[in-house]
């Protein structure tokens, strides 16, 4: 018992430290909102869905205002390949068929949303799902050694109606919102949830996009990973971008966009680190890397 309080009261100065560094990053971000990007690579337990869970309940309850935008490559790959159809990936985009974008569609906006929404929720009546109708997108295609590539209902974000997420935010709750965005038909696209989320901080003014994934961050010297960049501003970002490859393009570049289109930063950080969010909001050093203007 004595050992237990002993060993408790040299906690108390650690302890206190943390907690007293959140105070200028509480004042900060009270009253903000923040975009988080949930990538599918990051999602892989439970035990990280539910630190993720918490840690965006934490900022809800605090005063900052969270916006979950989620992807999840991994699981639509894992349910194609139980359905038996073919997927594969062009410069970091699926090629989608209808069929394909059918399947996206029902993991992402009707699994996967749902499930974050229910963990958010066992902290109270704090999240709520966005149903699709907050992106309007357009077609695109891919260039590949110089010739143009139809990579089937792939889309960019063109605009956002952010009137549905900000109601959401008013009640007090935190939106859930799947990448699938709609074409002038109303008819799906399948959107990197990386740019959806960066055209989403943009329409919403947010002070800061953070995006989880499965690295610790943007590495220069990729695949050694000796060189964790640590912090990046836009012009020699734009130059490096040509050089990385695959899921970093677009990830990388929806930062960019972001911090171009008036987000003070963006940061790329490891959802494998449980409570990463916490860590890189209110500590001074964050973790991951950061994106800033130049
Ligand atoms: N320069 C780089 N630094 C870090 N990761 C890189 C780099 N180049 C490519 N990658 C790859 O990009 C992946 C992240 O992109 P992606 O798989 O699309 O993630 P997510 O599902 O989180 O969106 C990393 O797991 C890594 O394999
Ligand atoms: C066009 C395109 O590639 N769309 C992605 C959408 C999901 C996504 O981006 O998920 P992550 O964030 O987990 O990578 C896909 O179909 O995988």
Redesign the pocket.
Known sequence: MGVFREAQELDVPVKTAVLIESLPWLKRFHGQIVVI?F????MVSDELKRAFAEDIAYLNLVGVKPVVVH????QISARLAELGIESEFVG?YRVTTPEVMAVAKQVLSEQISVDLKDLIEEHGDLAAVLEEGTFTGVKRGVVVGGEFVDIGRVGDVVAVDPSAILDVIASGRTPVISSVAHDAEGEPLNV???AAASALAVSLGAAKLI?????????????N?ES?ISIIDTVELTELIPS?????????TACLEAVNGGVAKAA?ID?RTPHSILLEIFTHSGIG?EVVPA
């Open positions: 990007k990538g599918g690579n990051a992807g999840g490559g991994p970091g990197n949830a990386d995006v989880l994934t499965d690295v610790a961050g943007l590495y220069r010297d990729w695949p990973r964790l990385l490859e695959s899921g970093m393009i677009p990830k990388m790329i959802g890397t």
